[in-house]
């Protein structure tokens, strides 16, 4: 029984360290990069993801939450990347939020800021 | 842990809720299914109401696993209702491996139904759809990652020994209730020993699936996934003591046909149910609003941008 058990032990222990090694390291990256400063309204909203996503919802909204309009150039299809164009902007606090739905079925929602200086 | 919960949105707090509900009516009706053909020492009456119980579990099951493709909609297009009702995002999501384990559990539940045919077959029929909606919880979110079989396997397993602990407290309750106390002792003596077997793979492939998905390790506690599972031992620990009290001082007294032990049972019994419905909503809560902090940079998509800065990135509705 006791040998038994700890075969059980040993097999858990083993499992669980193999684990352990096997872990990835974290890359989350957009542009405009998360709390820049620009100075000129950005060319594109671009985001790069390591497996293909779905992004179901983005917006760019202001300091006052106001929407602001933006071009998307990607659609609805799984991509490793995604970019829309915004219109010019006038100097502030920007947020791009957004939503998705990733290849392995999580729905995903993720957030970046920039400031527009004058 | 208390940040990711204060900032959920409205849909991410039905999201929570549906799940939630959808765990406890699938547990009850599987579990039903599963007590019905491990415990010999039901009385017919007993038999007869589990059988209802397995019904109606099936269907409110049936009902809420059905609306998390809605409220996954909604919160792929920021948690609007026009999103629930969109045919296009609607129908991403049934493509999405939601959509499949959706679809195998609503099949397994619709299986279930056939116990309330009093042959053979309908047991037969009822066991494979108790065994396909155990199943579906393996066929999404991280159980995904790999080793994928091995996760699969445990998670079924898992999901069958706590649907048969979950199916077996109506049936207890109701014998501490109604039968003469030694044959409810009986019962709960048959119980108890099942359940030591159950409660035993419970644990244990709760414990292997948590360290495959690499989230068994101290600082693991420093994430929200983390603190939300401790909060889920705590309340398994809770469960586990209540169990053994059962075993040990409840069911002997019962079987001595002690006075009052029939309504401590049915007291203890009732905790129970309460602290296992703290750990279902724990779990609906971590599972929607965290990762297993391995998987929120490893086998999930991430933002990648090598030369850029990083984002905040969250999972809404993750599993």
Known sequence: ?118 | MLAALTSADAVTWLSISVKALAYAATLSAIGSVLVLVALRELSEGGRAALRLTANLSALAAALFTALRLPVRASFLMGGTWDGATDPMILGMVADSPLGVSVAVRLVGLALILAVLWRARAGLVLALIGACMASASFALRGHALSEPQMVLGALITLHILCLAFWVGAFAPLARAARRDPPARAGVLAHEFGRRALLAVGLVFLSGVITLGLLGAAKPSALSSPYGQMFAVKLVLFVGVLALAAFNKLTLTPALLAAAPNAGARLRRSIGVEAGLVAGILITTAALTTLSAPPSTVDGAQTTLIAPQNGPAHQTFGDAS
């Open chain 1, 1 to 118: 029984m006791n040998r038994k058990l700890s075969r059980i032990l040993a097999a858990t222990a083993i499992c669980l360290s193999a684990t352990a090694l096997g872990a990835h390291s974290e890359k989350e990256g957009t542009t405009p990069v998360d709390g820049t400063r620009l100075t000129e309204t950005p060319e594109m909203i671009h985001m790069v993801f390591d497996d293909p996503m779905r992004i179901t919802m983005v917006r760019l909204v202001n300091a006052d939450g106001a929407e602001m309009p933006m071009e998307r150039g990607t659609g609805l299809e799984p991509s490793l990347e995604f970019h829309a164009e915004p219109e010019p902007l006038s100097p502030g606090s920007y947020t791009v939020e957004w939503r998705g739905l990733a290849s392995d079925g999580h729905a995903m929602q993720g957030s970046f800021s920039f400031e527009l200086a004058e």
